[in-house]
């Protein structure tokens, strides 16, 4: 093993790389990579999502929160002075 490793799990990992045909290992990392990407896009869009979601339980919140304050607003007896 070389001096340049200093972790063991990565020289088992060269190695295994290193058995393979490159052109096998080139297609093989850049499927990986390629999961891994739409993974992480997915994650996102997900993320994304459930941003948006929240904003708009949000404004209906507000929107709701307005109402119910309009109604109790004109519910109240004036008060004659």
Same mark, same amino acid.
């Given at each position: 093993?070389?001096?340049?490793?200093?972790?063991?799990? !990565?020289?088992? $990992? %060269?190695?295994?790389?290193?058995?393979?045909?490159?052109?096998?290992?080139?297609?093989?990392?850049?499927?990986?990579?390629?999961?891994?990407?739409?993974?992480?896009?997915?994650? !996102?869009?997900? $993320? %994304?999502?459930?941003?948006?979601?929240?904003?708009?339980?949000?404004?209906?919140?507000?929107?709701?929160?307005?109402?119910?304050?309009?109604?109790?607003?004109?519910?109240?007896?004036?008060?004659?002075?």
């Amino acid at each position: 093993m070389s001096e340049n490793y200093t972790n063991p799990f !990565n020289y088992v $990992i %060269d190695s295994f790389w290193a058995s393979l045909p490159e052109k096998t290992a080139d297609e093989l990392a850049t499927f990986k990579k390629d999961v891994l990407t739409g993974f992480r896009d997915g994650v !996102n869009w997900l $993320i %994304d999502e459930q941003i948006k979601c929240t904003d708009q339980h949000i404004e209906n919140a507000r929107r709701m929160r307005d109402q119910y304050r309009q109604e109790k607003a004109n519910e109240a007896p004036s008060n004659p002075a």
